[in-house]
């Protein structure tokens, strides 16, 4: 008998060798359901088809271009006009994407772990049913489970959208450079995607309906939208798509998307070759048999409430990642969860995941690091008098030659007056904020406070020295 | 003593413009003090000068971050066919082009101070200071119009220069160092950097960047007084990368040639034998001497290292005369860093002026060394943990490229940790090879100040995709024997 069953389409390979290495009989059952426009892929999930590792590359991509351009002034010669080929680059993309599909499914069979094709749901307790891509069945029991079925984009619900749009499902492995794009929505997957787009050269507008990246700290979303702004992505701002239409088929196509104000009446057209739409994602909770088994679900988000041991309702059935109600939808939390509930489970730990103060990057054109509280939240939690907030410009040295975007890049950090002045929000937008961050995020794991961080000297000439 | 005191033009003279003296001066000004500065560049014996800032202004750090960027981006050409960017070849670096570019935006540096001290009211003298007695300095200007500036406190801040082999035979005449590099009107075309420093490997370094052949000669090993295993991965990868080295070789000649050419004639120890080759430049880097000489410290008995020459001072900056202090690169046992001269000179002002009692700390310094391949470290290496024998695990990553679309590059990034074996295992130490090495080791460097726990290393989650994030990760310790490689995500 099987001891557990993962239903995954998100990456938790780590978890998975993890339960293997107690010498527990592991299965892993992954299918990913097709784009609205057809797409698939293989073994890893989000982060590795579709998500952070295809999107980090894209924007690496993106970045080489104004090193390109910077590289003149730093004595660097070559012919004036340099275009980007978007083929190359998803090739390659793609190619690194295939031989990590390959590496897990040879890390699963090195570690013993059954690993199936098949889409699983809950038929009854203890049992769940596979269908594999040609319809054949069977069904599977385990003493435990583990759901791990991640998101998927969101559609608007608009005639056109599942049609003639393309999500970032379907961005990554596009087999022909989108043009002229609009992107819809204001999430971190809206601006990273525009952002790169942008960077390689493409016409790129941004629908946004209200605020920009709702849920981090707006003084710097604001931020980040006047460098994108000031670096020719057009923003078109409380207005929403309600219909796509196409002009004309083809590789890219010729599409027409009406849009109207959320502000009163006013209708707007405008012609694109791609329409991306990055409005949201939702749980794939919905059809995979949970209310067959019990597991409760947020009725409204589909996502699943679980304790501090990321344990569902039902005692033998447990949950991460994406999926988790009020948690993070980060790899590495997930992978975190994973590791440690198997840890838990097998070799008598008792560390819990800790979800509090996990760091962040948004990989935009300027990007952005962050870690623990927003100023707005400090404030709300806190009250503004109790806290305290030092902020700074800087200009990153190599960014003194080429003479561009002075005063653009900005740090600040929060602190809290009542607590010794703990430092409990960390914010810093410039060039490799996930590298600066990261160790930040290790001290503040630690308590760090305000008086320990103006004791930390510097390493010069580096960014982050503005923070300490 | 009151008249002294009375009769003492500034309550403080910092001689020597650089990060520590200017820091301090400008601190000092804030707290309503009467503040000097004494700055003077000796020209090199190539004849290479520069203005107000320091080492670290014109002929350090950042002419040096500038030049390691310019062959960053040499790299970044390469990759950038890789990821759909249509480059035609051949791509060309101009010298020239780069050398006016960092020489023009050190120049706005030289300016900036000066118009800082303007603002904070400090008085510049652009003059070479020694001592008369122990409240006054006699400044002379390059024309040699001396005067003369007494203050109650006197901060000795006047850094470190090149050193020179001089029992070398045409070392002093033909060869140039890091002084004259940056200046450099011309490219410095086929080149050989001597010496195992950072200086050395960071220059050799962006040399090879940006083209140029350029080799490198050490007597023994790479970056003494750094981990010596990160010190081979960083020679390693600068042999992949391009860059000539002529190991336990020492150079016993340089001669001019019609050409004008410079032979150099070489002793290999390993072979027991002699060598020689022609290059473009030869540029000495085998440590610099603190700046002395002109000062006249035994006039008022301040009190230097025999072997080093570099001043004494205590837990305070103090020297051996109550008044004088030194902070930066010419004091004994310290850093030179630029970031703690600077640390050291606002400190000393506020104890001084600022009824402060904060004493400077020098322990956990965090640095990074701009070689191609960029090593950042704070805390002690494998080696140093030995010697306090201390029972400490050595954690460690070897990830290899994560520049994961150009297969022809095959490069090993390194995380290490090392912390105590004991319970709480405090982190002592974190060394990291990569990218960006110092934006990594930054934050990491405050988490050790505030006494990070392998533990708490090991809670905090990950920021993804970045380097960084494998530090969260580490788990595979050296005592265990097992292979620390890692293939792919």
């Not at chain 1, 806190?382 to 700074?392: L, P």
């Amino acid at each position: 008998m099987t001891v557990w069953l993962f239903l995954c389409k998100s990456f938790i390979i780590t978890k998975l060798k993890e339960a293997a290495k107690y010498e527990k009989k592991v299965m892993v059952l992954d299918f990913v359901t097709p784009t609205p426009l057809g797409n698939s892929w293989g073994l890893g999930g989000t982060c590795v088809n579709v998500g952070c590792i295809p999107k980090k590359l894209m924007h690496q991509a993106a970045l080489l271009g104004q090193a390109l351009e910077d590289s003149r002034k730093f004595g660097w010669q070559f012919t004036e006009e340099v275009k980007h080929n978007w083929m190359t680059m998803t090739e390659s993309v793609q190619n690194y994407i295939g031989s990590l599909n390959w590496g897990y499914r040879v890390a699963l069979r090195e570690k013993k772990v059954t690993y199936e094709n098949a889409y699983g749901e809950f038929v009854g307790p203890h049992t769940v049913k596979a269908t594999n891509k040609r319809g054949v069945e069977k069904l599977y029991t385990a003493e435990r489970f583990l759901i791990a079925t991640g998101e998927r984009p969101r559609y608007l619900g608009i005639p056109g959208d599942k049609e003639y749009c393309i999500s970032s499902d379907d961005l990554f492995s596009l087999p022909y450079c989108p043009g002229k794009t609009l992107v819809v929505g204001a999430s971190y997957v809206a601006l990273e995607c525009a952002g790169f787009l942008a960077g390689l050269g493409l016409d790129v507008t941004v629908m946004v309906r209200s605020i920009l990246l709702r849920g981090f700290d707006q003084d710097i979303a604001n931020k980040i939208g006047e460098y994108m702004e000031g670096h020719g992505i057009n923003f078109i701002r409380e207005f929403v798509p309600i219909k796509v239409e196409q002009i004309e088929e083809g590789t890219p196509g010729r599409l027409k998307v009406i849009a109207k104000s959320t502000k009163g009446n006013q209708i707007i057209e405008g012609e694109y070759n791609t329409v991306l739409l990055a409005i949201g994602r939702d749980s794939c909770t919905r059809k995979i048999g949970l209310d067959k088994v019990g597991v409760q679900i947020n009725e409204k988000t589909g996502k699943i409430p679980v304790n501090d041991e990321e344990q569902t309702n039902v005692p033998y059935i447990y949950a991460v990642g994406d999926i988790l109600q009020d948690k993070l939808e980060l790899t590495p939390v997930a992978i975190q969860a994973g590791r440690l509930l198997v840890q838990r489970l097998y070799a008598g730990a008792t560390s819990k995941c800790d979800y509090v103060n996990v760091p962040t990057t948004v990989f935009t054109p300027l990007e952005y690091g962050a870690c623990g509280y927003s100023e707005e939240t400090a404030v709300e939690k806190f009250g503004e008098e109790n806290i305290e907030v030092y902020h700074s410009h800087f200009w990153p040295l190599e960014w003194t030659v080429p003479s561009r975007d002075n005063n653009k890049c900005y740090a600040k950090i929060i602190c809290n007056i009542q607590d010794n002045e703990r430092v409990i929000g960390f914010h810093v937008l410039g060039p490799n904020a996930g590298e600066v961050t990261q160790g930040f995020a290790a001290a503040i794991k630690c308590g760090m406070t305000k008086e320990q961080l103006d004791s930390t000297i510097g390493i010069h000439p580096v960014c982050a020295e503005v923070c300490v | 003593t009151c008249e002294q005191a009375e009769a003492n033009e500034y309550d403080l003279l910092v001689i020597g413009g650089g990060s520590g003296g200017l820091a301090c001066a400008k601190e000092a000004a804030q707290f309503g003090r009467k503040v000097a500065v004494l700055d003077y560049v000796e020209p090199s014996p190539q004849g290479t000068k520069w203005g107000l800032g320091g080492t670290c202004v014109n002929v350090g750090c950042i002419p040096k971050k500038l030049m390691h960027q310019a062959a960053l981006l040499g790299s970044a050409l390469k990759d950038a066919q890789h990821y759909g960017w249509n480059i035609a070849q051949p791509v060309h670096h101009t010298w020239s082009l780069m050398a006016q570019a960092v020489q023009n935006y050190v120049k706005s540096l030289n300016w900036g101070h000066r118009v800082q001290l303007q603002d904070k009211k400090v008085k510049y003298f652009n003059m070479k200071g020694s001592f008369s007695d122990p409240y006054t300095i006699r400044g002379l200007t390059k024309a040699g119009k001396e005067t003369v500036v007494t203050a109650e406190n006197i901060v000795i801040a006047t850094g470190g220069r090149p050193k020179y082999p001089t029992h070398i035979a045409g070392a002093l005449e033909y060869g140039i160092t890091s002084d004259d590099l940056f200046w450099l009107k011309k490219s410095p075309g086929k080149t050989l950097v001597v010496g195992a420093s950072y200086v050395s490997l960071e220059c050799a370094g962006f040399l090879t960047g940006i083209g140029l052949d350029t080799t490198v000669m050490m007597r023994s090993i790479p970056l003494r007084g750094f981990d010596q295993q990160m010190a081979s991965l960083v020679t390693e990868h600068m042999e992949s990368y391009g860059t000539k080295f002529l190991k336990r070789c020492f150079p016993t000649k340089v001669e001019k040639l019609e050409s004008n050419r410079l032979q150099v004639t070489w002793k290999n120890t390993d072979l027991g034998t002699e060598e020689t080759d022609s290059f473009d430049t030869v540029m000495w880097a085998v440590g610099r001497a603190p700046d002395t000489e002109a000062l006249n410290l035994e006039a008022v008995g301040v009190k230097t290292n025999s072997e080093t020459g570099k001043i004494v001072v205590d837990a305070s900056e103090a020297t051996s005369v109550p008044h004088i202090y030194a902070i930066g690169d010419i004091t004994e046992g310290r850093p030179e860093l630029t970031p703690t001269a600077i640390a050291a000179g606002k400190l000393l002002a506020q104890r001084l002026f600022g009824q402060s009692s904060e004493l400077m700390d020098y322990d956990n310094v965090p640095t990074t060394v701009f070689t191609p391949l960029e090593y950042g470290c704070v805390g002690l290496s494998e080696e140093m943990a030995d010697l306090g024998a201390l029972q400490f695990h050595l954690i460690q990553l070897h990830a290899l490229s994560l520049n994961v679309l150009r297969k022809d590059l095959y490069v090993m990034y390194c995380f290490q940790v090392v912390c105590l074996r004991e319970r709480e295992q405090r982190i002592l130490g974190l060394h990291f090879i990569g990218p960006n090495a110092g934006e990594v080791i930054q934050g990491f460097a405050l988490g050790i100040k505030c006494g990070a726990t392998y533990p708490q290393l090991m809670k905090t989650i990950g920021i993804h995709p970045t380097c960084a994030e494998e530090i969260t990760k580490l788990h595979i310790t050296k005592r265990s024997g097992l292979d620390a490689t890692v293939t792919g995500c």
